[in-house]
């Protein structure tokens, strides 16, 4: 046997499963207490954190390098995240995955957009008559995501625009879906959502221009929203250039900003799931997880429910398994109670990666 660590709790397996202790042995949690010697830690216990929306070895330029990735990755595994859904980048990043310092990455591989219509060395840039072809590609590098770019601001119109024809978002979601992918989008404005959810989507990045008629068909269909509220907080900041050239474009996006909290909150009363993503990588630092927890419950979702959103759901929706006999120990251990106040978050007491104390 090697080594045993002892958590006495709580252990928060679940919003309603709370246990008084939890064992990590050779790497793997158990319910069943061992009869070799333990170092044992004290606290409250969650599944490591999820953030699900988050872009390793992605920064404001584009592509980084491996060293840089390492750097954002272990700020991301000491705010307590250890499974990240990338979501979309132009490095490859599987190297990651050989390393047991690091968190877990579920990669969407990198993002599709239209032609001229993205930030400059972040995706592939495409015209409609591609976009299939590169779809099926990325959904076969990634690891069962693809990521789109819903719409981004058009200098024809002035204003946020679909980037593409639906009919091409339409044939794009069917073909990952035939890779066995699932989709998802970025999304700023309300026209782009529309197109995405008569797609049949699987889940999209930012929402904030949803309205009640996306959001019925949205809850109704079960998409996902990931909003990123402590990016979305920076829309003044993304439009502030321009302001004169494009006054249309930056009083729209001031709109969705002035908006984002009751977006998300219309979306949560209707049964939209919601999960927890920073969009890290671009223009945030990693590292902010309890930052988005923190807003979401600004936003009207319940403590739990938040912690759920960054946890026990996430993990479910990702297809991996949180704290279950048998699994991977990855753990994070709070000196506080997170559900009494989501504020906990932002100071991890330990973190158990693969059953070591990292």
């Known amino acids: 046997m090697g080594d045993v660590l002892h958590l006495t709790g709580p252990v928060l397996v679940g919003p309603d499963d709370v246990r008084p202790e939890v064992w990590v042995v050779d790497g793997r949690v158990t319910f069943t207490a061992p009869t070799a010697a333990t170092q044992t830690v004290a606290g409250w216990v969650l599944p490591g954190l999820v953030d699900a929306h988050c872009h390793v070895g992605l920064g404001p330029d584009g592509a980084v390098d491996e060293a840089t990735s390492e750097e954002q990755a272990l700020a991301d595994r000491d705010a307590g995240t250890l499974l990240i859904r990338d979501a979309g980048t132009p490095v490859d990043t599987h190297w990651v995955d050989d390393r047991d310092d690091l968190p877990r990455i579920i990669r969407a591989g990198k993002h599709i957009a239209r032609s001229r219509r993205y930030l400059r060395g972040f995706a592939h840039e495409l015209e409609p008559e591609d976009v299939v072809a590169y779809v099926r590609r990325e959904a076969r590098r990634g690891d069962g995501w693809v990521k789109l770019v819903g719409d981004w601001i058009d200098r024809d119109t002035g204003d946020l625009s679909p980037s593409f024809p639906r009919e091409t978002v339409v044939a794009a979601v069917a073909a990952a879906h035939e890779e066995g992918a699932r989709t998802t989008a970025h999304c700023f404005g309300e026209e782009s959502l529309y197109d995405f959810a008569a797609a049949g989507t699987d889940c999209i990045e930012h929402a904030c221009g949803l309205e009640p008629e996306s959001i019925e068909q949205f809850a109704a269909q079960g998409i996902a929203i990931v909003p990123t509220l402590i990016n979305i907080a920076r829309l003044p900041e993304m439009a502030a250039p321009g302001k004169d050239k494009f006054p249309e474009y930056y009083a729209h996006m001031m709109d969705l900003h002035r908006r984002r909290y009751a977006t998300v909150a219309a979306a949560h009363d209707a049964g939209v799931p919601i999960y927890l993503g920073t969009d890290a990588g671009s223009s945030l630092p990693h590292g902010l997880v309890a ?56 100071a991890p007491l330990a973190v158990v990666l693969r059953g070591q104390t990292v």
Do not use: F, K, N, Q
């Open 291 to 346: 930052d988005e927890a923190a807003d979401l419950v600004a936003a009207g979702l319940s403590t739990v429910e938040a912690l759920s959103a960054g946890t026990w759901a996430a993990r479910e929706w990702l297809g991996r398994p949180g704290i279950e006999e048998g699994a991977s120990a990855d753990l994070v251990v709070y000196e506080a109670d997170p559900r009494a106040d989501i504020r906990a978050l932002a």
